[in-house]
């Protein structure tokens, strides 16, 4: 068994098992002959081998790219469009249904289509039953997609259609015409038979490929160019939507479409564009100054950490009888957006502005009335009418509104909870009176504040707004803009700072606005604003205006509010003129219902015990249970007050620079070098109080004094306590005074008309009776009117 074993091995130690082939050198030299031909050609086709398999690995699909880009180029040029397409690789792998790209562009005159890779799975193994092709929820195809970047930069078709119709066509006689894709799909006459196979193809198309999944891991959707100072870009991250058809057995519609998503990180930004700071435009005249707020790159509108949406469309069929109707059996078309955690909106008077410039870029105003929707008729497909959108906030959000005063950045801030929402209605149809847009708001728990020393401002429990805007298919024709305000005990906190404050955002809101009658549109604006459910207005009333502004009921602070249960305001701004001299606004003002003015005093001021002693033992007649007004006072009373304020004023326009030499541009205009000599504004206020129970104390000189001082005199911009006492020094809130346009302080000429119903006065006395409990009243004034 030894001798067995050691024939296993071999002299150098190696195992030799029976089954091996041992070959020696002598054995291969007769192989293996270098200096034939054949030993060359089989190491050439190993090496040719070894190359192909490394191509194909590594190296085929990027010369597949081009030859792809090279076909879907030709085949777009072919159907009209005027694109140039490049692919950096392309790969198919039939056995797994997937086709792999990379670096993927699409770029036309207008927009440029990039992708850094992505695949597409089909999943041809997956069953899928026909009679359930709306119902299934199995996919066959899903897109995957990364670095998903749209920039739209130009619309030569609508600039095109524009000079064509100016007669201008031969501007653009060197760019090819594309292929109208908004062209409207009408058939002339479509037969039963045609019909049902168009329905049928569809069918099977869906049945095959079940629902689609569409993934995007980044992406972004930017819309400028250089002759633009910004662009808005839209990032989003872990996109992930479902597309489906469901049925839809309501009316003439073939199917719905449904789109359902969601994604990540979500932010809509205004950033400057580079080309333009570098070389700007010599024709350019609008506003191109550095933002008020950039973090991250641009000016942030919308920021999310997580974004659902749900979107519906009807697949439109044919009308069978008649003509499509605009008001019955309407085609679905709607979607619904709703905002998750750390939701902000900001906006303010500079991204306005540059919301205007790409808005006239891209929708250029055609300068002619509108052309009327033709309905569909009999045998045409039918069109869908408008489009509504929802927007929800499933958590609590913000908005700010950002603007510039001087060289110091100020804000509006709003924080409104979960529940709040916003529908728009966007029509797609022209009738013979025009459109209408309506927006709808509902804003619920609304606290707002503002960047003044005083933060507090506004609060309430339900904000509701509704906007109807009527356009008129003549171009320059009469606008109506209805506002409608509702609020659920609202609460308002007014110091004379909030009045330079608003002016301010105003004024620089309108600042670069120029005046052109080419532009020229006559509107109207009309608001109506109702105060429901309580409503509560607080004036501080310090001695010349030194406020604490850390929180309204300190002992440093003494207020006034004015309370009531409804109120409501109505007023409208007419701009019917191009640069009218005067323009005339009427406020209409009526609060009703348990109308209070009651004070509050802190306790170390010396009014507190005189006037709380007063009331806490006076007799029933004049008592107001002071312990449930929480220290306030109430000091009158009636159930109606009505206020009408007609408001004259000569609006300012800014000179713009001309383009006409100097000694062309002069003026015959007047210069005014004081105040004086202007024609002052006017403003008549009349006010109608009913019948009113007054509380006679020494408190409510003292609150008029304060007031006059506070709202109306030197006393009207407030100082912080607070400051004061650290040493520091506040900067002035109007700004420097403008020596050079004395237009800005025009004299105002005032009437008052003053009526009042019947009053009842009470003083309190206090009762040197020892055995006595109460203080003693006596009516000190009685009046039936006052006018």
Request: charged share 20%.
């Amino acid at each position: 068994m030894n001798s067995t074993l050691l024939s296993f091995w071999e002299g150098n130690g190696s195992i030799m098992l029976p089954g091996d082939i041992n070959l020696r050198w002598k054995d291969y030299r007769e192989i293996v002959q270098p200096d034939k031909a054949s030993f060359w050609v089989m190491l050439g086709s190993l090496l040719l081998f070894i190359i192909w398999i490394v191509f194909i690995t590594y190296y085929m699909s990027r010369v597949v790219g081009p030859i792809v880009a090279f076909l879907l180029t030709r085949l777009a040029h072919l159907k009209g469009y005027d694109v140039e397409i490049s692919v950096g690789s392309f790969s198919i792998s039939l056995l797994a249904g997937k086709i792999m790209f990379r670096d993927f562009r699409c770029m036309s005159q207008n927009f440029l289509f990039c992708c850094n890779d992505g695949w597409v799975v089909f999943s041809y193994w997956n069953y899928i039953p026909v009679a359930h092709v709306y119902k299934s929820n199995i996919s066959r195809l899903h897109i995957s997609l990364n670095g998903l970047q749209l920039h739209v930069y130009n619309r030569l078709s609508k600039y095109r259609t524009l000079a064509r119709f100016f007669g201008l066509e031969k501007l653009f006689a060197s760019v090819k015409e594309e292929v109208d894709i908004n062209k409207e799909r009408r058939y002339t006459y479509v037969s039963a038979e045609e019909e049902l196979e168009w329905h049928k193809s569809c069918d099977n198309l869906w049945s095959l490929i079940g629902y689609i999944r569409f993934d995007v891991s980044s992406g972004r959707l930017i819309a400028g160019n250089a002759l633009l100072p910004s662009m808005v870009v839209c990032s989003f991250e872990n996109y992930a939507s479902e597309i489906s058809l469901k049925e839809y057995g309501k009316g003439e519609d073939i199917a719905l479409l449904s789109i359902v998503g969601s994604t990540e990180n979500v932010r809509i930004s205004l950033v400057q564009c580079n080309h333009f700071t570098k070389k700007k435009p010599l024709n350019f005249n609008g506003r191109c100054d550095q933002p008020p707020r950039t973090m991250g790159g641009g000016f942030a509108i919308v920021q999310t950490a997580h974004l659902n949406f749900f979107y519906s469309q009807s697949i439109p069929g044919f009308v069978k009888k008649g003509q499509q109707s605009a008001t019955e059996n309407l085609p679905v078309w709607e979607s619904v957006w709703r905002f998750d955690k750390n939701t902000i909106f900001s906006y303010g008077p500079w991204a306005d502005a540059q919301r205007v410039q790409l808005y006239e870029f891209f929708f250029p105003p055609e300068y002619r009335d509108s052309e009327v929707t033709i309905m569909p008729k009999e045998g045409e497909r039918r069109i869908l009418l408008s489009h509504d959108m929802r927007i929800s906030l499933w958590n609590d959000a913000v908005i700010d509104i950002w603007f510039m005063r001087e060289d110091e950045l100020n804000a509006l801030h709003l924080r409104v909870k979960q529940g709040s929402s916003l529908d728009l209605k966007m029509p797609w149809v022209t009738t013979e009176k025009g459109f209408e847009t309506v927006l709808r708001c509902c804003f619920l728990f609304v606290e707002s504040s503002t960047s003044l020393a005083y933060p507090k401002f506004f609060q309430c429990e339900t904000f509701r707004l509704t906007l109807n805007v009527f356009y008129p298919r003549v171009f320059n024709g009469h606008q109506l803009w209805k506002y409608a305000v509702k609020i659920n005990k609202g609460r308002l906190w007014i110091v004379w700072d909030h009045k330079r404050f608003f002016a301010d955002l105003m004024n620089e809101w309108v600042s670069d606005s120029i005046v052109d009658l080419f532009k020229f549109i006559p509107y109207t604006w009309e608001f109506e604003v109702n105060a429901m459910d309580n409503f509560e207005i607080t004036l501080l009333l310090n001695d010349h205006n030194w406020i604490d502004v850390s929180t309204s009921l300190s002992a440093e602070n003494h207020l006034a509010a004015i309370i009531g249960k409804n109120m409501t305001v109505s007023f409208a701004l007419h701009v019917l003129e191009f640069c009218p001299r005067t323009i005339t606004t009427l406020y209409e003002v009526s609060a009703y219902h348990g109308l209070a003015l009651r004070a509050w005093l802190p306790s170390e001021s010396p009014f507190y015990s005189v006037v709380h002693s007063l009331l806490k033992y006076a007799s029933s007649q004049t008592k107001n249970s002071s312990a449930e007004l929480q220290d306030w006072v109430e000091l009158w009373r009636t159930e109606k007050i009505s206020l009408l304020f007609e408001y004259t004023h000569h609006p300012l326009y800014s000179d713009q620079p001309s383009d006409l030499p100097l000694n062309n541009t002069k003026t015959a205009a007047k210069e005014h070098s004081t105040p004086m000599t202007l024609s002052p504004d006017q403003l008549l206020i009349e006010i109608d109080i009913s019948n009113s129970d007054i509380v006679l104390v020494g408190l409510i000189i003292r609150l008029i004094i304060d007031l006059k001082n506070n709202y109306f005199g030197l006393n009207d911009e407030l100082t912080d306590v607070g400051r004061c006492k650290s040493g520091s020094t506040s900067s002035p809130l109007y700004g420097n005074v403008i020596w050079d346009e004395c237009e800005r302080y025009r004299p105002l000429s005032l009437r008052l008309c003053l009526r009042v119903g019947k009053i009842r006065g009470l003083c309190l006395v206090q009762n040197l009776s020892v055995n006595s409990s109460t203080s003693e009243f006596k009516v000190l004034l009685f009046f039936s009117h006052i006018f």
